[in-house]
T-cell receptor, first 114, second 112 residues
Framework: SAVISQKPSRDICQRGTSLTIQCQVD?????MFWYRQQPGQSLTLIAT?????????ESGFVIDKFPISRPNLTFSTLTVSNMSPEDSSIYLC???????????FGSGTQLSVL | GDSVTQMEGPVTLSEEAFLTINCTYT??????LFWYVQYPGEGLQLLLK?????DKGSNKGFEATYRKETTSFHLEKGSVQVSDSAVYFC???????????FGAGTRLFVKA
């Protein structure tokens, strides 16, 4: 079992600024992931945060827009850079220990960009 | 690529009604299948899972059976309660590793 703390829980930001979201897990986990959940839509995987190396991004997401850090086995950050209103969404951190096993989720960051 | 398709919502039921939420998947390998639930104001949490064909996952009165022949994993509950009101996500984890793909989610409202 893992408990994930994610912050901030919500924020309202101005166009062109950047926001960094933090994700802390209460135990060491192998894999950490960042998802985006737009209103009424499914979760879309942004990237896999790899400890000690660059994140692996999914199609349609790039490092310049969504830089990710993972300095250790319990912590990761996602930055949403140069924000536009289209970035308004819920961003979710998740973590998993083993392949094909369940994921644990943070409660999400609700981002609104004006 | 792998994908998950689930029935659109919202689904509105009266308390004690029977629930079915359909889920079908496309995968090249042998995925594990999951149902996650998101209660209002909370993060996603695992409801149940099945890791191979014909497995039945169950939890809190909910059940789903991994049907390889129909590539389905439908969620059922015999008698829903108001407290079951939430968004339900069907998901698969590809056979090779950690990546989990989610369906669009189905919002369930249960009326007293």
């Amino acid at each position: 079992s893992a408990v994930i703390s994610q912050k901030p829980s919500r924020d309202i930001c101005q166009r062109g600024t950047s926001l960094t979201i933090q994700c802390q897990v209460d135990s060491q986990v192998t894999m950490m992931f960042w998802y985006r959940q737009q209103p009424g839509q499914s979760l879309t995987l942004i990237a896999t945060a790899n400890q000690g190396s660059e994140a692996t991004y999914e199609s349609g997401f790039v490092i310049d827009k969504f830089p990710i850090s993972r300095p250790n086995l319990t912590f990761s950050t996602l930055t949403v850079s140069n924000m536009s209103p289209e970035d308004s969404s819920i961003y979710l951190c998740s973590a998993g220990g083993r392949p094909n096993e369940k994921l644990f989720f943070g409660s999400g960051t609700q981002l609104s960009v004006l | 690529g792998d994908s998950v398709t689930q029935m659109e919502g919202p689904v509105t039921l009266s308390e004690e009604a029977f629930l079915t939420i359909n889920c079908t998947y496309t995968a090249t390998g042998y995925p594990s299948l999951f149902w996650y639930v998101q209660y209002p104001g909370e993060g996603l949490q695992l409801l149940l899972k099945a890791t191979k064909a014909d497995d039945k996952g169950s939890n809190k009165g909910f059940e789903a059976t991994y049907r390889k022949e129909t590539t389905s994993f439908h969620l059922e509950k015999g008698s829903v309660q108001v407290s079951d009101s939430a968004v339900y996500f069907c998901a698969l984890s590809d056979g090779g590793g950690f990546k989990t793909i989610f369906g669009a989610g189905t919002r369930l409202f249960v009326k007293a």
